[in-house]
């Protein structure tokens, strides 16, 4: 070792040893389609893009480099300062269309919300870590506790999206951790019954005046739009209705790269950030549709198959919580845009527009990358 | 919730979750997967079609409306092309403030506010609106340098309907207007939506309302591919519009505007008829108004003034009053005599001056001993008629008169036109309520043998009854249109030239009358009117009664002006081959040979010798020799 040190070979090494191949083969191709599709959608935003995405990777780059431990030891600070921004932007924060979100700190403006996507798993894994072994149900009341006060924050912003993205990231911590089935099936039973209640008896809750407790108007809005996307054609419906039409007259191959009338004649409303995916259904149809199911499946394959190998109970919580975030991401945002989940902000993950969302995301694979450089078969 | 795990047991339990999260991660996918499908394969059809209707718009191509000249050639109505500033009232949220605005470097009056409201609230859609028309150039100019100020504003350019005779010949030539919900209905109601997609005028008045099949034209479209804001990107395809059909008319509106200028200030009706093919030379009907008017919304003042006028200026007197027809009546009725055998043609009837029916005493002006057909004419006496009319009773001259079309539309092809009243038993049957009202009296049919009694005619129906007593017979339908001329092929296609039927006069007979109506203005009561004429002409005068004095003498300085009687004349030329036939009326004119018959010599002398009132007598000789 000691006589490579200078050789510039070892440089490289250094430099390239952090990475995993089939990871960063993955973020090669998610964030090429990003690009292309950017060209389409927005070609004036597909330079800024490629910077946001160059940006995200370098972001990846150092966290693969930090060894999961030195992360874990940063779980609580960077928790309590999560916490702190929020009540700081509860108190202080910018409001931009509606909603508190931003903090301006004088050099920029930030949302605090979007740090609490990694702080979140990290400070509920280096909690099950700490009591390795013996997690108790008081264990997971305090994870609960640690879950809920930043989601209430988040929630009162207001930022449905973001606040569902941070509680499933802890559920999905809690979840791996060992939460009992039995807590868990009636609770998912609940939420099964309730969600199909809201279907069942939609048009009676969705008239005006009726109030839906803990959720805004706009939220309620939401919701009675995807089930009804007739209700308000030119209103709320009108993105609904212009994305599937996008995504269904894409047919089996699509109407072919830059070809897509919904996209070019701007009939698809936020066709750069979270639409984007049907501008990829009406460009490329159902194959290009499935191949990206098919790339995402791979991420999360590849990403379990890390926890798995994780060397300790908090990275592997970690790493199988990151992954099930990507899924989450990815799933709420195709199920919105094709019309079967309720429109909420949620990003394409590394794919639609947006520096900040694909920064955390890749901090998110860096992560990843780092776990796996410790996985317990490895000899490095 | 073990409280004591091995490592290794926990490590157990995460696999399994593991394997439970990737199935339902695979379960989530697959949905999506299954939704994808649906969207993209099952249901490809339906929102592939959606997506071609979100993207292609059909705009229409709005035709340019065919023009209207005289037979000379001489434009009546025909468009140009101005600049409109309008307002697309969906995208502008406040639009008076866009409106005091845009007030600020475009001269915009409360009259144009006014008609901006109006549009506005008979507006059938959410199309634009002007605030202003004919912009100039510089304002044209202004707007455009601040253009940016005001989404949903734009400068248009449009074609506009314009008379350039002003109220010329207005009651005949029409107008167009604004489409309004009225309109809108009617359209739909013939199916003619898709063809006035676009269109913002329609045919409202006169000809441009009875011709507007005509005129409009066919709309065009272009097929274009539109944006989500509703912007055409590109043009796919484009449907040319084609353009209305021009109408070339019988009329000669230089004879017309004669004629209207010989009426002066008074009020009045005149019809001048080819006999020839029964089309109408000129239609007169003063006042006049100025059609331009009506183009862009009629004010409120400009209505109203109109409107309320004393003088009825709206009222298209030449074929919707209808007056008695008086003395001009005689003509006919001594036809009557003559085809029913009840007279011949030298018969002398004796004329002690009045006529007894019933125990009352019908007077005339004088006694003149005997006079036989011709003389009753030429002099115009009333006792002849009395008895003739007594002859052949009401039923007889009801039906000879029919045959000419009195108490009919003639079917004119111009809108409005009155049927007039033909007295007969029946008519005051279907006329009158009460059996006592219902009864027909002899000695109403005696005041109906001199045109007065319940007799009214509109001046067209007066004029087209001359035209067939001067052709012996034929009867056209009096048209305006000459030629529809066909705008894609250029081809004239001509306006019913053929007679509607032939009434069988012995030619003896007809020949017989028009002589005598020629003497009239030789020897009787037309003759002063025609002093120095160098043509033959066959005419008749007449005076219709508007208020009876009840056996009182009328003295016409001892009655209100608007009580007087109208003045009626009608005239033929040239006597042996007639080229034109006319009735005119000149409401409360007095005695026919007063007001009416010089009308008539001055619409004469420029349609047989090309001389305008005041014009040297110089050019008489020319035009006599080309006679």
């Given at each position: 070792?000691?006589?490579?040190?200078?050789?510039?070979?070892?440089?490289?090494?250094?430099?390239?040893?952090?990475?995993?191949?089939?990871?960063?083969?993955?973020?090669?191709?998610?964030?090429?389609?990003?690009?292309?599709?950017?060209?389409?959608?927005?070609?004036?935003?597909?330079?800024?893009?490629?910077?946001?995405?160059?940006?995200?990777?370098?972001?990846?780059?150092?966290?693969?480099?930090?060894?999961?431990?030195?992360?874990?030891?940063?779980?609580?600070?960077?928790?309590?300062?999560?916490?702190?921004?929020?009540?700081?932007?509860?108190?202080?924060?910018?409001?931009?269309?509606?909603?508190?979100?931003?903090?301006?700190?004088?050099?920029?403006?930030?949302?605090?919300?979007?740090?609490?996507?990694?702080?979140?798993?990290?400070?509920?894994?280096?909690?099950?870590?700490?009591?390795?072994?013996?997690?108790?149900?008081?264990?997971?009341?305090?994870?609960?506790?640690?879950?809920?006060?930043?989601?209430?924050?988040?929630?009162?912003?207001?930022?449905?999206?973001?606040?569902?993205?941070?509680?499933?990231?802890?559920?999905?911590?809690?979840?791996?951790?060992?939460?009992?089935?039995?807590?868990?099936?009636?609770?998912?039973?609940?939420?099964?019954?309730?969600?199909?209640?809201?279907?069942?008896?939609?048009?009676?809750?969705?008239?005006?005046?009726?109030?839906?407790?803990?959720?805004?108007?706009?939220?309620?809005?939401?919701?009675?739009?995807?089930?009804?996307?007739?209700?308000?054609?030119?209103?709320?419906?009108?993105?609904?209705?212009?994305?599937?039409?996008?995504?269904?007259?894409?047919?089996?191959?699509?109407?072919?790269?830059?070809?897509?009338?919904?996209?070019?004649?701007?009939?698809?409303?936020?066709?750069?950030?979270?639409?984007?995916?049907?501008?990829?259904?009406?460009?490329?149809?159902?194959?290009?549709?499935?191949?990206?199911?098919?790339?995402?499946?791979?991420?999360?394959?590849?990403?379990?198959?890390?926890?798995?190998?994780?060397?300790?109970?908090?990275?592997?919580?970690?790493?199988?919580a990151i992954t099930a975030i990507f899924f989450t991401y990815a799933f709420v945002n195709m199920g919105m845009v094709s019309g079967i989940l309720p429109v909420v902000g949620v990003p394409l993950p590394f794919i639609s527009y947006g520096g900040t969302a694909l920064v955390t995301l890749c901090l998110g694979v860096g992560i990843l990358m780092s776990i796996h450089r410790h996985r317990v078969s490895s000899t490095d | 919730m073990t409280e004591f795990r091995s490592p290794d047991q926990e490590f157990q339990g995460f696999r399994r979750r593991v394997v439970v999260a990737m199935l339902f991660i695979l379960?989530?996918?697959?949905?999506?997967?299954?939704?994808?499908?649906?969207?993209?394969?099952?249901?490809?059809?339906?929102?592939?079609?959606?997506?071609?209707?979100?993207?292609?718009?059909?705009?229409?191509?709005?035709?340019?409306?065919?023009?209207?000249?005289?037979?000379?050639?001489?434009?009546?109505?025909?468009?140009?092309?101005?600049?409109?500033?309008?307002?697309?009232?969906?995208?502008?949220?406040?639009?008076?403030?866009?409106?005091?605005?845009?007030?600020?470097?475009?001269?915009?009056?409360?009259?144009?506010?006014?008609?901006?409201?109006?549009?506005?609230?008979?507006?059938?859609?959410?199309?634009?609106?002007?605030?202003?028309?004919?912009?100039?150039?510089?304002?044209?100019?202004?707007?455009?340098?601040?253009?940016?100020?005001?989404?949903?504003?734009?400068?248009?350019?449009?074609?506009?309907?314009?008379?350039?005779?002003?109220?010329?010949?207005?009651?005949?030539?029409?107008?167009?207007?604004?489409?309004?919900?009225?309109?809108?209905?009617?359209?739909?109601?013939?199916?003619?939506?898709?063809?006035?997609?676009?269109?913002?005028?329609?045919?409202?008045?006169?000809?441009?309302?009875?011709?507007?099949?005509?005129?409009?034209?066919?709309?065009?479209?272009?097929?274009?591919?539109?944006?989500?804001?509703?912007?055409?990107?590109?043009?796919?395809?484009?449907?040319?519009?084609?353009?209305?059909?021009?109408?070339?008319?019988?009329?000669?509106?230089?004879?017309?505007?004669?004629?209207?200028?010989?009426?002066?200030?008074?009020?009045?009706?005149?019809?001048?008829?080819?006999?020839?093919?029964?089309?109408?030379?000129?239609?007169?009907?003063?006042?006049?108004?100025?059609?331009?008017?009506?183009?862009?919304?009629?004010?409120?003042?400009?209505?109203?003034?109109?409107?309320?006028?004393?003088?009825?200026?709206?009222?298209?007197?030449?074929?919707?009053?209808?007056?008695?027809?008086?003395?001009?009546?005689?003509?006919?009725?001594?036809?009557?005599?003559?085809?029913?055998?009840?007279?011949?043609?030298?018969?002398?009837?004796?004329?002690p001056g009045f006529f007894i029916y019933g125990g009352h005493r019908f007077m005339d002006h004088r006694a003149r001993g005997t006079v036989n057909m011709h003389e009753s004419i030429v002099v115009s006496s009333n006792t002849y008629y009395y008895q003739l009319a007594n002859d052949l009773g009401i039923d007889g001259i009801a039906g000879f008169m029919r045959q000419f079309g009195f108490g009919s539309r003639t079917g004119i092809d111009v809108p409005g036109e009155a049927e007039g009243v033909l007295p007969s038993p029946e008519w005051k049957r279907s006329r009158f309520r009460t059996p006592e009202q219902?009864?027909?009296?002899?000695?109403?049919?005696?005041?109906?043998?001199?045109?007065?009694?319940?007799?009214?005619?509109?001046?067209?129906?007066?004029?087209?009854?001359?035209?067939?007593?001067?052709?012996?017979?034929?009867?056209?339908?009096?048209?305006?249109?000459?030629?529809?001329?066909?705008?894609?092929?250029?081809?004239?296609?001509?306006?019913?030239?053929?007679?509607?039927?032939?009434?069988?006069?012995?030619?003896?007979?007809?020949?017989?009358?028009?002589?005598?109506?020629?003497?009239?203005?030789?020897?009787?009561?037309?003759?002063?009117?025609?002093?120095?004429?160098?043509?033959?002409?066959?005419?008749?005068?007449?005076?219709?009664?508007?208020f009876s004095l009840r056996g009182q003498r009328y003295v016409e300085g001892k009655v209100a002006e608007r009580l007087r009687d109208h003045s009626v004349y009608i005239a033929f030329a040239p006597a042996h081959n007639p080229s034109i036939a006319m009735a005119v009326l000149v409401e409360n004119g007095g005695f026919g040979s007063q007001s009416a018959a010089p009308i008539a010599r001055q619409v004469l002398d420029y349609h047989l010798l090309g001389r305008k009132p005041g014009q040297p007598a110089g050019e008489d000789e020319e035009a006599e020799e080309s006679q």
């Amino acid at each position: 070792m000691t006589e490579q040190r200078f050789h510039p070979f070892n440089l490289v090494r250094a430099f390239v040893r952090p990475i995993d191949p089939v990871l960063l083969a993955i973020m090669a191709v998610l964030l090429g389609a990003s690009y292309l599709l950017m060209l389409s959608a927005s070609p004036e935003r597909a330079q800024t893009q490629l910077v946001n995405s160059g940006v995200a990777l370098c972001a990846m780059w150092a966290a693969a480099r930090l060894p999961p431990q030195r992360l874990l030891s940063l779980a609580v600070p960077l928790y309590l300062l999560g916490v702190v921004l929020l009540i700081g932007v509860a108190l202080f924060g910018e409001t931009s269309k509606g909603a508190q979100r931003w903090l301006d700190i004088g050099v920029t403006r930030i949302q605090p919300s979007e740090l609490m996507k990694i702080a979140m798993p990290l400070m509920l894994a280096w909690y099950f870590q700490q009591r390795e072994g013996m997690a108790g149900l008081r264990d997971f009341i305090v994870a609960g506790v640690l879950l809920a006060v930043p989601v209430a924050l988040i929630v009162t912003q207001p930022d449905l999206g973001t606040s569902l993205l941070v509680a499933a990231a802890g559920l999905y911590v809690i979840f791996f951790a060992g939460l009992s089935w039995k807590l868990i099936i009636p609770v998912v039973l609940v939420g099964v019954l309730g969600l199909g209640s809201i279907v069942v008896f939609g048009d009676q809750l969705c008239q005006p005046g009726v109030d839906w407790y803990g959720l805004r108007e706009y939220q309620k809005q939401r919701v009675c739009t995807l089930l009804d996307p007739t209700r308000d054609p030119l209103g709320k419906g009108f993105h609904i209705i212009q994305s599937t039409i996008a995504i269904g007259s894409g047919g089996l191959l699509g109407k072919g790269w830059l070809e897509g009338t919904q996209t070019h004649l701007a009939f698809i409303p936020e066709r750069h950030t979270d639409f984007i995916f049907s501008v990829l259904a009406e460009e490329f149809g159902l194959l290009g549709a499935l191949v990206l199911l098919g790339v995402y499946i791979l991420l999360l394959a590849r990403g379990f198959q890390i926890a798995l190998y994780a060397p300790s109970l908090a990275t592997r919580l970690l790493a199988s919580a990151i992954t099930a975030i990507f899924f989450t991401y990815a799933f709420v945002n195709m199920g919105m845009v094709s019309g079967i989940l309720p429109v909420v902000g949620v990003p394409l993950p590394f794919i639609s527009y947006g520096g900040t969302a694909l920064v955390t995301l890749c901090l998110g694979v860096g992560i990843l990358m780092s776990i796996h450089r410790h996985r317990v078969s490895s000899t490095d | 919730m073990t409280e004591f795990r091995s490592p290794d047991q926990e490590f157990q339990g995460f696999r399994r979750r593991v394997v439970v999260a990737m199935l339902f991660i695979l379960a989530c996918f697959a949905l999506l997967g299954g939704r994808f499908y649906y969207l993209q394969v099952e249901r490809h059809e339906y929102f592939h079609t959606r997506a071609e209707d979100n993207r292609i718009a059909l705009l229409p191509v709005v035709p340019n409306r065919g023009t209207i000249v005289d037979r000379n050639g001489v434009l009546l109505a025909r468009n140009y092309a101005a600049y409109t500033l309008e307002i697309n009232p969906s995208r502008v949220r406040k639009l008076d403030e866009t409106i005091d605005a845009l007030a600020e470097f475009i001269d915009i009056q409360p009259r144009d506010r006014r008609r901006f409201r109006k549009i506005l609230e008979e507006s059938r859609n959410f199309e634009s609106v002007p605030i202003r028309t004919r912009l100039s150039d510089e304002e044209v100019a202004r707007f455009v340098a601040q253009r940016f100020r005001f989404p949903g504003v734009e400068v248009q350019a449009r074609l506009f309907r314009d008379y350039p005779l002003g109220g010329t010949g207005s009651h005949m030539i029409g107008y167009i207007g604004r489409i309004n919900q009225r309109d809108q209905q009617r359209i739909e109601e013939r199916g003619e939506s898709a063809n006035y997609r676009g269109s913002d005028y329609i045919g409202k008045a006169g000809l441009e309302l009875s011709y507007e099949r005509e005129l409009h034209g066919t709309t065009g479209f272009e097929q274009v591919e539109v944006n989500a804001g509703g912007r055409a990107v590109r043009l796919l395809a484009r449907e040319p519009a084609t353009p209305g059909n021009d109408l070339e008319l019988t009329l000669d509106i230089e004879l017309q505007k004669v004629a209207e200028a010989a009426f002066g200030e008074r009020r009045g009706a005149l019809v001048a008829i080819d006999p020839n093919d029964g089309g109408v030379l000129a239609l007169v009907s003063v006042p006049t108004f100025d059609p331009n008017l009506f183009v862009d919304g009629i004010s409120t003042q400009d209505w109203q003034a109109l409107n309320d006028s004393p003088d009825h200026p709206l009222l298209n007197r030449a074929i919707y009053s209808a007056y008695p027809p008086g003395s001009t009546f005689k003509p006919f009725m001594a036809l009557a005599g003559l085809e029913s055998g009840k007279r011949s043609i030298e018969q002398r009837m004796p004329d002690p001056g009045f006529f007894i029916y019933g125990g009352h005493r019908f007077m005339d002006h004088r006694a003149r001993g005997t006079v036989n057909m011709h003389e009753s004419i030429v002099v115009s006496s009333n006792t002849y008629y009395y008895q003739l009319a007594n002859d052949l009773g009401i039923d007889g001259i009801a039906g000879f008169m029919r045959q000419f079309g009195f108490g009919s539309r003639t079917g004119i092809d111009v809108p409005g036109e009155a049927e007039g009243v033909l007295p007969s038993p029946e008519w005051k049957r279907s006329r009158f309520r009460t059996p006592e009202q219902q009864r027909w009296y002899g000695g109403e049919t005696i005041s109906v043998g001199i045109g007065q009694g319940y007799n009214a005619y509109t001046p067209l129906q007066l004029a087209h009854a001359l035209a067939t007593l001067a052709n012996g017979g034929k009867v056209f339908r009096p048209h305006l249109v000459r030629h529809v001329v066909d705008s894609r092929s250029g081809e004239r296609r001509l306006i019913e030239p053929e007679p509607l039927r032939q009434i069988p006069f012995k030619a003896r007979h007809v020949e017989a009358v028009r002589k005598a109506m020629v003497d009239v203005n030789k020897s009787g009561t037309g003759a002063r009117a025609f002093a120095g004429a160098p043509y033959e002409v066959g005419g008749k005068t007449g005076t219709a009664q508007v208020f009876s004095l009840r056996g009182q003498r009328y003295v016409e300085g001892k009655v209100a002006e608007r009580l007087r009687d109208h003045s009626v004349y009608i005239a033929f030329a040239p006597a042996h081959n007639p080229s034109i036939a006319m009735a005119v009326l000149v409401e409360n004119g007095g005695f026919g040979s007063q007001s009416a018959a010089p009308i008539a010599r001055q619409v004469l002398d420029y349609h047989l010798l090309g001389r305008k009132p005041g014009q040297p007598a110089g050019e008489d000789e020319e035009a006599e020799e080309s006679q």
